[in-house]
């Protein structure tokens, strides 16, 4: 991290020069003020005088935090336009968005802190997914099992257990998933071995796919030997298809509570 600047209790206009100084250079900003806010876009909602945190993001990103609870008040996501100016004698700090219009307004009376600075973080982000986490994702994005898969069942109770996923190929071959999050085993293949004889009994050409990032040996072999595929799972796609559903999800809902 580059030497930071930190300045204590400065006044509007200092404030004003050293925030346009660092959203020109992409820094990462904090700020402790006593301010108000209004948001006008998808919805609308306003707060009155308090005291806050607000943090600016190099990517545009807008945070608003209360003393108390770990989410943001309010909020802009990445892309955001930021402007400072002084407004009838008090800072104005906007973060425009164009797709879709929305505007964020943070009108500040009084800076207790403000810091800039540059942070340094190319760590990659892994998600530790569960099987749950998997299936939700392939349930809306069935193409990641095979191009043109149709699903027809979930959890579908099958040889004495229940199959992840039952449906149609391109071809329409009845076809039986099993999701693993672990590299397959052997007693995967025959737990789906189970469930492909169980439909054989009135359908004679089921297929089965074990889907996994990976296979093992021993069982790599027992699965050609009894006729079943192995598929493998991208697990950094499955991942990141999760991330921005869950971000989706949390962005509508918290619009709408505001």
């Known amino acids: ?37 209004d948001y006008n876009g998808r919805s609308s909602s306003k707060m009155s005088w308090g005291e806050r945190v607000v943090m600016l993001k190099p990517d545009g990103a807008v945070l608003i935090h209360r003393k108390t609870n770990y989410k943001a008040v309010n909020w802009q996501p990445p892309g955001a336009n930021l402007i400072a100016s002084i407004q009838s004698g008090e800072l104005n700090i906007r973060a425009d968005r164009r797709l879709p219009r929305e505007t964020l307004s943070i009108i500040c009376r009084k800076i207790f802190f403000l810091s800039t600075f540059s942070l340094k973080d190319e760590a990659s982000f892994d998600m530790l997914l569960s099987e749950e986490d998997i299936y939700k994702v392939l349930m809306s994005h069935p193409s990641l099992i095979e191009r043109d898969f149709r699903i027809l069942t979930q959890q579908k109770a099958l040889g004495g257990g229940r199959a992840d996923i039952t449906g149609f190929d391109s071809e329409g071959k009845y076809t039986v ?82």
Request: aromatic fraction near 4%.
């Open 1 to 37: 991290m580059n030497s930071p600047t930190i300045a204590s209790d400065p006044s509007l206009a200092e404030s004003k020069d050293i925030l346009c100084k660092a959203i020109s250079k992409h820094l990462f900003i904090i700020l402790v003020t006593d301010c108000k806010i």
């Open 177 to 258: 998933v099993e999701i693993k999050r672990i590299p397959a085993d052997s007693d995967s293949i025959k737990q789906l071995y189970n469930y492909i004889s169980d439909l054989r009994a009135t359908s004679p050409h089921v297929r089965g796919i074990i889907l996994a990032p990976s296979i093992r040996t021993p069982a790599k072999k027992l699965a050609r030997s009894l006729s079943i595929e192995y598929h493998a799972i991208d697990l950094k796609k499955i991942s990141e298809i999760l991330s921005k559903k869950n971000s989706s999800d949390m962005e509508r809902l918290d619009r709408h509570l505001s």
